[in-house]
């Protein structure tokens, strides 16, 4: 089809091809613009009420607004070729990133920050996926990740190697994402979507998927009964929380998993923002903050005053020859030395605090 013009369109490259049949890049010809045309295989729509329940769902698609979905722009029918616009995205799409190494983990706790940003904001209108997966996943020149083909599954079945498995359970997914529910023909909801994340999050730390089997039939059984292994498993260096979130998605109760992707988010937040993270250490009598950094300026300061003999206030106090004075001070920024995280608050306040207190002493000059 290259340089054929469908519609408005005309064809530049061929960029993909997959479960929703074969993608090219194109020029949009009213708009002087990029876009990515998918056409959809030959017999997807059956008929028109197929075609006209496919172009409502791209209309609500298009109503989709969010940085990390792939925007639809139209749906059209040319000469018995159904065909849909979305925005062209350049980059390379995960699965090409993944090549059986884990991710650094700040890339995954990023790129599945995005990930599930994405999925509440698809969410909140009742969209669910149904086939996330690298595949759909693409990362942009920029570090920008957005999900493809949203909440198209269940319109266009894919000519996959395990169509055998969709059709025996009347479902639409890929197999080595799809929930226990998923594979089992029952209700999805958000909750699948989840499950599919914490596969794509698992790929990305582990450098592999927690069910490996690449017969269908074994590889469907062990999703429906087996424990997934933890990631540290396959790469030690993942952290014990992003472990666990990873491995909540993957609770094959729907119940026990995340209930909403916005709950994923706080979690995956909270691995980069210590400061506000929980912890299970038992509680301990504080003084009340500015109480504590006053006591400590004083003692910091008096030692100061000594050491340096400020204004000749060691020879006032101890007695002795007199020495040379100090007139002048500068005072760094100071360090955090216990390795406590949820000090640095009171290291910077004992900063701003001996500023304030040695800038009273009229004898001195306070850098």
């Known amino acids: 089809m290259i340089a054929e013009t469908l519609s408005h369109y ?4 061929k960029i993909g091809a997959g479960g929703m049949g074969v993608v090219y890049r194109a020029w949009d010809n009213h708009l002087s613009r990029d876009v990515a045309i998918k056409v959809l295989p030959a017999g997807a729509l059956s008929d028109d009420v197929a075609r006209r329940r496919f172009r409502r769902e791209a209309e609500a698609l298009a109503k989709l607004n969010h940085p990390n979905i792939e925007t639809v722009h139209d749906f059209d029918t040319q000469d018995g070729t159904d065909f849909l616009v979305t925005e062209y995205i350049p980059g390379t799409t995960l699965d090409e990133k993944l090549t059986g190494r884990p991710l650094p983990e700040k890339d995954v706790r990023r790129l599945g920050e995005q ?36 909440g198209l599954a269940k319109l266009v079945r894919a000519p996959e190697a395990t169509a055998s498995i969709m059709e025996t359970h009347g479902v639409t997914g890929t197999v080595p994402y799809m929930a226990p529910e998923q594979l089992r ?3 999805v909801d958000e909750r699948t979507d989840i499950w599919a994340a914490g596969v794509v999050l698992y790929e990305m730390a582990a450098g592999k998927r927690p069910f490996a089997s690449e017969l269908g039939t074994r590889l469907a059984d062990d999703i429906l009964h087996q424990s997934p292994p933890p990631p540290s498993e396959a790469n030690p260096s993942v952290s014990p929380g992003l472990e666990n979130i990873i491995l909540k998605c993957l609770d094959k109760d729907p119940e026990n998993r995340y209930q909403s992707a916005k709950e994923i988010l706080v979690d995956l937040r909270r691995l980069t923002m210590p400061m506000t ?41 101890l007695g002795g020859a007199s020495r040379p004075q100090i007139h002048s001070l500068a005072v760094l920024p100071l360090e955090d030395r216990s390795g406590d995280p949820q000090q640095e608050y009171f290291v910077e306040g004992m900063h701003e605090a001996l500023i304030t207190e040695l800038s009273k002493i009229g004898a001195l000059k306070v850098i």
């Not at 005309?10 to 490259?13: G, K, L, V």
């Not at 599930?116 to 969410?123: I, N, T």
């Not at 086939?131 to 949203?150: E, M, Q, S, W, Y």
């Open 185 to 187: 023909g029952e209700r």
């Open 10 to 13: 005309r064809i530049i490259e």
């Open 115 to 150: 990930l599930v940003e994405g999925l509440a904001a698809a969410h909140e209108q009742g969209v669910v996926h149904r086939d996330l997966k690298p595949a759909n996943l693409r990362v942009t020149p920029d570090g920008r990740l957005k999900i493809l083909d949203f």
């Open 277 to 317: 993270a929980v912890t299970p250490r038992r509680r301990r009598r504080r003084w009340p903050v500015r109480y504590a950094i006053g006591v400590a300026s004083a003692i910091v300061l008096m030692a100061v005053a000594m050491g340096l003999n400020v204004g000749g206030v060691r020879e006032r106090l």
